[in-house]
């Protein structure tokens, strides 16, 4: 049963048309990503689920009940914000404490999970501190520690890391994964940082100006995106896009390039694409499929001759920036593939995993 379920949602301020029919189903303990450019209406989705906004139109359910008219306490909702206001003049114990007192949970319950809540996010040595006594990362835990003490059925984050510097978000995405391992609920994350969407979602929803681009697990949607936003959003760096069309060369589809370099499609990769041919597309490649040719080539590979105009080592691989057909793409190659501008380079395309878009539409062609 879907634990929440979200039917043709719109959310007005004023004159602004903020979500615009949103259709959503969240099965019960999954952890599901909203994810998109800042803007997008992200916070206002949850907070519309929450209660802390009234829906305009549609209909959300929680649990199979209608909760549009229910006040936010009572929609057995925990949610942590984007900025995770404490309150200063209380002990971090207390500021865990407090949603549990406000619902008159009997004291003895209380010291149970406050203190579990608290070891769980080892934080337990802090309990008797204000929160100006702690760091950002504390503080952050502290807030998720609040709502998790809250038995709720529907657990709603909006970008608790935001605040905290790489290293910390990447220990504290870990801890968040993890919590929701042993705790088991539903679980809904807002990020507008594509790899943490794609590093902790059993499930990402990608938002775009109010509506759902595309929703799927995260591999499904990095490796078959719809649409050229959806390939363009996840992936750093981001996919390369150069205009092509699709000819026939001899007995087999080709990707023709603005410079007249051609790409065989493997027979694989080209079923349905013959009444393509002659449209403006664009070829779509992840940095990590072009690297250098060395020796044979793998199957479904095509090769194009061209120059390393820019190299940044980032230790582990390197990124060559370089000329294809006419357009500026960036490769991810091994760490001492290339060396240094100027270099030639026959650089492998790996076709079979490349997409094609139709550039009057927006959408992938290819499957
Ligand atoms: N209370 C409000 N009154 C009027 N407009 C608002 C209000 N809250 C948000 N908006 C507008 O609604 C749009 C969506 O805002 P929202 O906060 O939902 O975006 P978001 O996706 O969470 O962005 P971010 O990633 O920056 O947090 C924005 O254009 C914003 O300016
Ligand atoms: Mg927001």
Redesign the pocket.
Known sequence: MADLKIGGLHKY??S?H?VKGIDLEIPEGEFTVLV??????????LRTIAGLETADKGSIEIGGQRVNDLPPKDRDIAMVF?NYALYPYMRIYDNIAFGLRARKTPASEIDGKVKAAAKMLAIEHLLDRYPRQLSGGQLQRVAIGRAVVRNARLYLF??PLSNLDAQLREEMRGEIKRLHQELGKTMIY?T?DQIEAMTMADRIVL?REGVIEQQGAPLDLYERPATRYVAGFLGSPTMNFIPAVIILNGMKLSVRLGDGTALEIPSSRSGGLGPWQGKPLLLGVRPEHLSRATGELRPGAATCDTKVDLVQPTGSRTYATLNVGGTQVVAEMQAHDVSAPGERVTLAIDMNRMILVDTATDKVISS
């Open positions: 301020y004023g602004l903020v998109g450019q800042s803007g997008c209406g992200k916070s206002t989705l984007q909006d970008e807002v507008h938002l």
